[in-house]
């Protein structure tokens, strides 16, 4: 067994001590209190990456006990520990930053990070560990190439999860080593941040073609690769709201465990994918035509609005989903140039607010149920349950009554060869927006009420009666 009594354990903490890394961090968790930390960023980079770090941790605000630890690195520091040798966190993250985490482990004894004029990491950190405890005289924990400079003066190497190029590396240097197994990513991983399941809500840019009975094979190819295109950028929009709600999914009983929050994901492989989405499905957009990437642009302008401030705002955010919800039907109206009707517009606009209000109530009816009286970030309280519950049962009705006036409107009958199907379908919504209410009020919905209604029985069984209906309404 390696004798540890009278050297020191440097531990790294980027990608060691840490399923994360905290220059991350600590810029988006700053982007979520300011959108102006971008441009601040780069005006602190021009006097060196120190700056940065130093300017993000002063910018923003974290707590420790729900970052995503490796929990096989912290069982070696503390045997290490136990067995009579001293711990130091070594770290190229910002002293005050460090400071913090080692405050809450309890494991170190001494703290050291880079401070305004010292980047402490590769040759940096080599040195300054040999001036600080002598060559040979302590052994180190890290994980990428760049730790090669502080392991070729170590004592004893410590891994952590190394690439089998960088195991090669170390194995050359001739140096007392082991290495530690943590737990990976997988293309799984990456799979599961993009959220194919909320896909399903994109279909509804086919529904103008739909409701009109119309499209050739060149109108029916544009609206799929506009189904696909909007798709990739709502991924992408649904990767920057978990890097700046990466605080707030951690504190979350069930979000926690989504990738970037549990550190499955990489942050800083979250930070390049979002753009690189937003880029892809773009680029899809420009073959879709002109119309669609207005529509496109103005679905991710109102989203990045909503991200940053609107879902804040009691009322306006409920209005926003709805809005995003009704703009995806547009989108689908400028791909294919199909004109919206009154009634499409007035139906859609009616039925998101009613999914957008249960939503909500949903989200403050869990922190009611757990003894929290507000909705962290929203806005809203306990006391509100009531009224949000009365205005999604308000909405979805108001919705059937469109549906059902256009029903009976006279260029209904030009479209339907059976129009009085459709009064099925009115049936079936009045059932689906009353049972969707009941169940939230009794705190079974847990999830977005589309993403659930694909998942429930009932409501499957719901889409197929009133597909059924649509079906009978054109062939009788």
Known sequence: MLQVSSKVLAVDLDGTLLRSDMLFETFWNACARDWRTPFKAIAALFKGKANVKNVLANSCEFDASIL???DEVVTYVKSWRARGGRTALVTATSQHVAEQIAEHLGIFDEVHGSTESLNLKGSNKSAFLESH??????????????????????????????????????????????????????????????????????????????????????????TILAFFSFSLVASS?????????LAADRAHARKKRRPLASGDLPIAHGTALFPLLLGTGVGLGVLAG?????????????????????KRKILIDICALAGLYTLRIIAGSAVTG???????????????????????????NHHALSGHNALVGRGYRVQDLP???????????????????????????????????????????????????????????????VFFALKDRVSRYCGIIISLFALASVSL
């Open 68 to 70: 995503p630890y490796n």
């Open 133 to 222: 405890y002598g060559e040979g005289m302590y052994a180190y924990v890290g994980d990428s190439p760049a730790d090669m400079h502080v392991w070729a003066k170590a004592s004893h190497i410590v891994a952590v999860s190394p690439s089998s190029r960088l195991e090669t590396r170390i194995e050359r240097l001739g140096r007392s080593h082991e290495m530690i197994a943590a737990r990976g990513s997988d293309w799984k991983v990456y799979i599961k941040q993009l959220r194919p399941h909320q896909w399903s809500k994109n279909l509804l840019i086919f529904v103008p073609m739909l409701a009109t009975h119309s499209g050739d094979l060149a109108t029916i190819i544009r």
């Open 237 to 245: 929009v649904y990767v920057l709201n978990d890097l700046l709600d």
């Open 290 to 310: 002109a119309h669609f990437l207005a529509a496109l642009a103005l679905y991710y302008t109102v989203t990045l609005a909503y991200s940053f401030y609107l």
């Open 338 to 364: 199909i004109h919206l009707s009154v009634w499409l517009l007035a139906f859609s606009t009616f039925l998101f607010f009613s999914l957008a209000a249960v939503k909500r109530q949903s989200e403050l």
């Open 387 to 449: 009224i949000i519950s009365q205005m999604g049962i308000a909405s979805g009705y108001i919705a059937v009554m469109v549906l059902a006036l256009y029903i009976d409107a006279p260029t209904t009958a030009q479209l339907y060869s059976f129009p009085e199907a459709l009064w099925g379908i009115c049936l079936v919504l009045l059932f689906w927006i009353s049972r969707m209410v009941f169940i939230t009020n009794r705190g079974r919905m847990h999830d977005d009420p």
